[in-house]
């Protein structure tokens, strides 16, 4: 017999005796919570035998659902991990499990980078030089330069609200 189905049976034999839980722990140098789940445990089964576990398949994070919300997630990388539980009926933290195991996405902050394509800094090179050369050959005249700005109709940029999900390091994100 298993040494911890006799200390179970002992437990039992004691608790029907009508020594209390504290006691019992105190008495055989065990944890309260082990009286405890022994008593449960024969409550609800009428043994001290221990339950056999067995493995089970996910209820809400099936096969189906995972590639659903890969699917939703390559449309719309901004989704949130709330707003896609609400659409599949599930705790947010049943959503953000499935995105982080199951898929191997993180949630990444967007980042403000100033993009220059290839021919954009070629262009950008031609101009410098037409307008070094231009300055060159003009002596004893001055040429002023102010800075200009380019303002765009857009949501405001916040770093904290203006999330996506993406695998792989921020480096490989475009």
Do not use: W
């Not at 410098?128 to 109709?153: A, C, M, Q």
């Amino acid at each position: 017999m298993d040494p911890a189905e006799e200390v179970r049976k002992l437990i039992i034999k004691k608790l029907r005796a009508g020594v209390r839980p504290a006691h019992i722990a105190r008495d055989l140098g065990i944890n309260r919570a082990r009286v405890y789940r022994t008593k449960t445990l024969f409550e609800a089964t009428g043994d001290v035998k221990r339950r056999i576990r067995r493995n089970f398949e996910p209820q809400k994070r099936t096969r189906n659902v995972v590639q659903a919300v890969r699917a939703r997630i390559r449309r719309n990388p901004r989704r949130t991990a709330r707003g896609l539980a609400r659409d599949f009926n599930m705790s947010a933290m049943t959503m953000s499990k499935l995105i982080k195991t199951d898929l191997g996405l993180k949630n990444r902050a967007v980042t403000r980078r100033h993009f220059i394509s290839p021919l954009q800094k070629q262009k950008r090179v031609e101009r410098s030089r037409k307008l070094l050369n231009f300055i060159k050959h003009r002596p004893g005249t001055v040429t002023v330069f102010s800075d200009e700005k380019l303002f765009y109709v857009d949501a405001v940029f916040n770093r904290r609200c203006d999330r996506f999900l993406a695998s792989g390091s921020i480096g490989d994100v475009p």
